[in-house]
Nanobody
């Protein structure tokens, strides 16, 4: 079983920055894709940014040029640097990771979510 713990959320003024972290722990063999999603009140959860094990990235149009996703494979940790924040970025941000867990000789796939971290941007 793989657990994800997010940190770094908080309250910031419009135009400010925050950096979210997502630490994965457990019997991790390999993490393939990591991603950040968000859900605002009354809205569906949406993809914010994705990163593959080789570093390829994909962003929602609404955050391109402002947010940067990265990862440290040695630490099994992902990051989301958020700059030029806007009030419409206010949401609970969730980390997701998918890959293989177990041992090198007996591994199965996993797909885990973190508990979420609140990001609030004031105008």
């Amino acid at each position: 079983q793989v657990q994800l713990v997010e940190s770094g959320g908080g309250l910031v003024q419009a135009g400010g920055s925050l950096r979210l972290s997502c630490a994965a722990s457990g019997s991790i063999v390999a993490i393939n894709d990591m991603g950040w999603y968000r859900q605002a009140p009354g809205k569906q959860r949406e993809m914010v940014a994705l990163i593959t094990s080789t570093g390829s990235t994909n962003y929602a149009d609404s955050v391109k040029g402002r947010f940067t996703i990265s990862r440290d494979n040695a630490k099994n940790t992902g990051y989301l640097q958020m700059n030029s924040l806007k009030p419409e970025d206010t949401a609970v941000y969730y980390c997701n990771a998918a890959g293989w867990a177990g041992t090198r000789y007996s591994a199965g796939t996993f797909n885990s979510w973190g508990q979420g971290t609140q990001v609030t941007v004031s105008s």
